[in-house]
């Protein structure tokens, strides 16, 4: 690493960099695909927002801010009281953030017991538990969702097993509820948040934990005062890439939830679906989902990069 | 006690390993894999059951298999999974030749001004959330006056299988020295043979794992899909989708469950290739 930062100063390619003098080539192909297929259509995505709504789904070609109005706004019924603040949209984004929230929370208390587990098992068995850790996440999202829904709706298996046993006298109620839609969120993103506390976890010395036990410090001091702090790095990383997909799932809260949990999601994809869409609203909404999961990421490497510089 | 523990070697690791334990721990662990496989364990028994309802227990038969393959609904799901199939195929080909290529500019590259934004845009699919990637295929394929079905899914495919494909070769191609190709081109190999006769046989793992998982990926879609495929065509996912609206029925859940055996053995596969044949077992 050393002698390639200082040939660069050089200007010399190092010898390791074998195609280097090709890299703009062999990278165009990625870069006109992702281009021209991902950052123009969020472009124009962002000018849709800005343009008038036509009412059998599309737009007319006409500078409005109609669609951001209605996010924020409410005019009264036909458009002609004063402005006030709408909070039936600002709502759902945050019952949205919420849930994800909650589901980032549930993923974080199973996730990390089990990360750590995993991450003090002989180096050679390890592979094999992030193996069935991960195994579930390649399985159609879909049908994991379905699943989810097969197993705990009212009279489900769940609740026969749970009533057979005698543990309940009455079904549980859980499908159309907050906790199914965390349920199914925590079931879809899991081994996000298992993974980065795993690596991290996996780095961590622990002759430190050691050193701690020796000063006489209990297990669970050490965890919260050593173990906790060293590999929150891990734990932030696992956090994000759970909420910043739950935020904006269509599956867990659509199939789970019902109509009463609408999310983000559902929002956006009403706006497309059929002659009652609004796309610059559905343009609108999906361009402020977009710019919070940006600042979310933002926010993250730029403290990921200040760790790393105080180091 | 501890002190004692220090002088005696012997019981060095053992003390180790204690200290590291938490009680409650080994608990949860299986817990959270029984979370993980209940719901999928369930549905696969359930795809056995011998009954027009879903929640009576019948007994065992694989009617519902029968029913999958010669069942009122055959025609649909089989059109809908040979789309499922081929587009993955195609987008998992062409996403893994673009992700090899970004690979080897990336990886086989000095520093320099604008990798960073390039890594960057090569996970952008990552970072966008699927949905609002979703609206943006739609709107820009309306835009442009592209007819939407079946190439329009293909190309959203291709787009967001890229980062997929190319993880697992990147982190291959770092775990390649250098020095292979630069002795077969000290042997006046042309960059390109070098390439083709020297580097594409060590990737091969890391090759086929990033075709394996952009695959997957590809077959698992249902949000970008759903938006871009425009009426008159279906994929597995948008099938079961539309099926599950009107409530689970038996036939979904044998479907379910041969899709969910196809995802498990490709990413065993996908496991086993990409273990195999480590060259550096540098350690970090």
Redesign the interface.
Do not use: H
């Given at each position: 690493m050393k002698s390639q930062s200082n040939s660069q100063q050089n200007n010399i390619v190092p010898a390791n960099a074998t195609f280097h003098n090709q890299k703009n080539k062999l990278l165009l192909p990625a870069w006109l695909v992702i281009g021209f297929f991902l950052v123009v259509p969020v472009l124009m995505m962002l000018v849709y927002s800005f343009l008038t709504k036509e009412f059998r789904g599309g737009v007319i070609w006409e500078f409005s801010l109609a669609a951001y109005d209605q996010f924020f706004f409410d005019r009264g019924l036909f458009g002609d009281e004063p402005a006030k603040i709408d909070w039936t949209y600002i709502k759902i984004y945050g019952r949205s953030a919420l849930q994800a929230l909650i589901a980032t929370l549930l993923c974080l208390v199973i996730g990390f017991p089990t990360a750590y587990y995993i991450a003090t098992r002989p180096v050679r068995s390890r592979p094999l538990w992030v193996f069935l850790i991960t195994i579930p996440y390649w399985v159609n999202l879909l049908i994991r969702t379905v699943s989810m829904k097969f197993l705990i709706r009212d009279n489900g298996p769940l609740n026969t097993w749970l009533l057979q046993a005698g543990i309940i006298d009455q079904p549980i109620h859980l499908i159309n509820t907050n906790l199914a839609v965390q349920l199914g969120l925590f079931y879809s993103y899991l081994p996000f948040m298992v993974l980065p506390i795993y690596a991290s976890i996996e780095r961590f010395d622990f002759s430190l934990s050691e050193a701690a036990a020796d000063l006489y410090a209990s297990r669970w001091t050490t965890l919260r005062q050593i173990i906790l702090p060293m590999v929150k790095p891990g734990i932030i990383a696992g956090c994000i890439l759970v909420f910043v997909p739950s935020l904006g799932a269509f599956l867990a809260p659509d199939l789970l939830g019902g109509a009463k949990n609408f999310m983000i999601g559902s929002l956006i994809e009403e706006q497309f679906k059929g002659n009652a869409g609004n796309w610059p609203f559905g343009a609108a909404s999906s361009m402020i989902l977009l710019i919070i999961v940006l600042l979310v990421l933002l926010i993250y490497a730029r403290n990921e990069s200040h760790a790393q510089g105080a180091r | 006690m501890?002190?004692t523990h220090?002088g005696l070697a012997n019981n060095m690791s053992e003390?180790?390993l204690s200290?590291?334990?938490?009680p409650?721990?080994?608990a949860?662990?299986l817990?959270?894999?029984f979370?993980?496989?209940?719901?999928?364990l369930?549905?696969m028994v359930?795809s056995f059951n011998d009954s027009v309802s879903?929640?009576r227990w019948g007994g065992i038969s694989l009617r519902w298999y029968y029913d999958v393959f010669n069942g009122a609904e055959t025609a649909k799901f089989k059109t809908a999974a040979w789309n499922s199939i081929s587009i993955a195929v195609l987008a998992a080909i062409s996403s893994t030749?673009?992700?090899t290529?970004?690979a080897?500019?990336?990886i086989?590259?000095?520093?320099?001004r604008g990798k960073s934004v390039?890594f960057a845009?090569?996970n952008?699919?990552l970072?966008?959330?699927?949905?609002?990637?979703a609206?943006?295929?739609?709107?820009?394929f309306?835009?442009i006056g592209f007819r939407t079905g079946y190439a329009s899914i293909l190309?959203?495919h291709?787009?967001f299988c890229?980062p997929f494909a190319?993880l697992p070769i990147a982190a291959r191609m770092q775990g390649i020295?250098?020095?292979y190709?630069?002795v077969a081109?000290d042997l006046y190999a042309t960059?390109a043979k070098?390439?083709t006769k020297i580097l594409i046989p060590l990737l091969m793992p890391g090759i086929i794992s990033g075709f394996l998982l952009a695959f997957?990926i590809s077959?698992?879609d249902?949000?970008i899909t759903?938006?871009v495929k425009g009426a008159g065509i279906e994929t597995l996912?948008t099938a079961?989708?539309g099926a599950?609206k009107q409530g689970?029925k038996p036939n979904?859940?044998a479907i379910?469950t041969l899709?969910?055996l196809v995802?498990?053995l490709?990413?065993c596969i996908s496991?086993i290739v990409g273990?195999s044949g480590s060259i550096t077992p540098k350690k970090?």
């Open positions: - | 501890n002190r220090k003390a180790n200290i590291k334990r938490y409650g721990f080994f949860v662990t817990f959270c894999l979370l993980l496989y209940a719901p999928l369930v549905v359930y879903i929640t030749t673009i992700a290529l970004a080897l500019g990336m086989r590259s000095a520093r320099w390039s845009l090569i952008l699919p970072m966008v959330p699927e949905i609002v990637t609206v943006a295929t739609l709107i820009f309306s835009a190309i959203a291709i787009v890229i190319y020295e250098s020095i190709e630069q081109m960059r070098a390439f997957i077959l698992d249902f949000i759903n938006f996912p079961i989708f599950v689970i979904i859940m379910s899709m969910l995802s498990v490709l990413v496991y273990r970090e």
